[in-house]
């Protein structure tokens, strides 16, 4: 049990960032976003149909909450196509 809230303490103190030459931005983050970051940190990368098996929903769907992440830079697409996967940032 600590170590999930351990984990989640981590995430929050991602939530909240600067960009450079930016004000602070917060973001808020789904339960699905957490937990993509969460498999991201414990397997080091991930791919789309990894994602969709374990949260059973669309490409689309997965694909959204993955553009997030991107457009928020918690994580990395490494590739195209069927080799592609999702990494954290450095």
Do not use: P
Not at 10 to 20: C, L, M, P, Q, S
Not at 22 to 32: F, N, R, S, V
Not at 35 to 56: G, P, Q, S
Request: hydrophobic content about 40%.
């Amino acid at each position: 049990m600590l170590d999930s809230i351990n984990k989640v303490k981590e995430v929050i103190a991602k939530i909240g960032f600067t960009r450079k030459g930016e004000k602070a931005e917060q973001i808020e983050l789904t339960e699905k976003q957490i937990k993509i970051l969460e498999m991201i940190r414990e397997k080091e990368k991930i791919t789309n149909k990894d994602l969709r098996l374990m949260f059973k929903i669309s490409r689309q769907a997965i694909v959204k909450e993955l553009s997030k992440l991107i457009d928020a830079r918690l994580i990395n697409l490494v590739g195209k196509g069927r080799g592609a996967y999702y990494e954290g940032t450095s």
